[in-house]
C-alpha cells in the first residue's frame, strides 16, 4: 500500500522528540524507580513516554490508533487495519540502571505488515527510520545494502558482556569470533541494518512493538527477522512470540534456524 500523507516522517519527529523528553527525565530518580513485572522492568518513565508518544501520534492523524505496550485495553481490540504499534521505551532496564542501550519507537502497521518505522537512540542521538521500498535512514543518511556474511563470519551481538545461552550455543557452533554487546532488542536489530553486527538470535518472550520497527530498518536493507523457529512475524492475532533470529545475511538466519530446529 502507499503510505498515507508524510505520516512517516510525522511519526520520525514525534518519537526524537519523546526520546529528548526521556533522556532529561533520566536525571529524575523518581522517573526510574518500578518494578519487575516477570521478566520485564517498568518504570514511571515507561507510563510518561506511552502519554507523550500517544499525545504526539493522534495530533498527526486521529483517525489513526494507537496501539502500545503500555496501554493494556489496546492490545486486547481486534487489531485494526491501519495503527501505530509503539514502544515507548524498548530497554527499560537499561534506561533505568543509567546504561545507555534503550530505545523509543513506533511502527506503522498496514493489513498486517510494518510499513513506515522510526526507532530513536537518545544517548547516542541515532535516528532509524524506514519507510516500505524506500529503503532506510540512519540519521537521514542512507544505510547500505547488507555485505553478505555466511554463518560464523562478521559478529553476534547479544545483551551480556559475553555470550551467554543460546547465544554462546549459536557462537560457539557456527565458530563466531566477533561478539558486541549491546542493549535493547530493537537497538541490536539496527546494529545489523547498520552493519555493525551481523546476527542476534534470543529465545525469550518477544512482542510485536519490539521488532515491528527495527524489522522493517532490517528488510529494507536486505537483512531478515524472524521467530526462533524461522518463521515471519505475522503481525496477526496475539502479540507475543517465542524468540527470534535477526540476521544481516537471510541465508544465515535460515541456516540458524533449520541447525536449532532440524
Not at 2 to 29: F, I, K, Q, Y
Not at 144 to 165: E, F, I, R, Y
Request: net charge negative.
Amino acid at each position: 500500500m502507499s503510505t498515507p500523507r508524510d505520516l512517516p516522517g510525522a511519526m520520525a519527529t514525534a518519537v526524537h522528540e519523546v526520546g529528548a523528553l526521556l533522556r532529561r527525565w533520566r536525571s529524575d530518580a523518581a522517573t526510574r524507580e518500578g518494578v519487575w513485572e516477570g521478566g520485564q522492568f517498568k518504570a514511571r518513565a515507561d507510563a510518561l513516554a506511552h502519554r507523550a508518544l500517544t499525545e504526539r501520534l493522534r495530533a498527526i492523524d486521529a483517525a489513526v490508533p494507537v496501539v502500545s505496550e503500555e496501554d493494556p485495553e489496546s492490545l486486547e481490540r481486534e487489531r485494526p487495519s491501519l495503527y501505530w504499534l509503539i514502544d515507548p521505551i524498548d530497554g527499560t532496564a537499561s534506561y533505568a540502571h543509567g546504561f545507555p542501550g534503550y530505545v523509543t519507537q513506533a511502527a506503522l502497521v498496514a493489513d498486517g505488515r510494518p510499513e513506515a518505522a522510526a526507532v530513536y537512540a537518545p544517548e547516542t542521538d541515532e535516528l532509524y527510520t524506514a519507510v516500505r521500498g524506500k529503503g532506510a535512514l540512519r540519521n537521514a543518511r542512507p544505510l547500505p545494502v547488507c555485505d553478505p556474511a555466511p554463518p560464523g563470519a562478521g559478529v553476534l551481538t547479544d545483551n551480556t558482556p559475553k555470550p551467554h545461552g543460546i547465544a554462546r550455543e549459536v557462537y560457539e557452533h557456527f565458530g563466531y569470533r566477533g561478539y558486541l554487546e549491546s542493549g535493547s532488542i530493537s537497538l541490536k536489530l539496527c546494529r545489523l541494518a547498520e552493519g555493525t553486527a551481523h546476527l542476534f538470535v534470543k529465545d525469550v518472550p518477544v512482542r510485536d512493538w519490539d521488532v515491528a520497527a527495527p524489522a522493517l530498518l532490517l528488510e529494507e536493507v536486505g537483512g531478515l527477522l524472524t521467530r526462533l523457529d524461522g518463521t515471519g512475524f505475522p503481525y496477526r492475532g496475539g502479540y507475543e512470540h517465542t524468540g527470534l533470529i535477526g540476521a544481516a545475511d537471510p541465508a544465515t538466519g535460515r541456516a540458524v534456524a533449520a541447525w536449532l530446529f532440524g
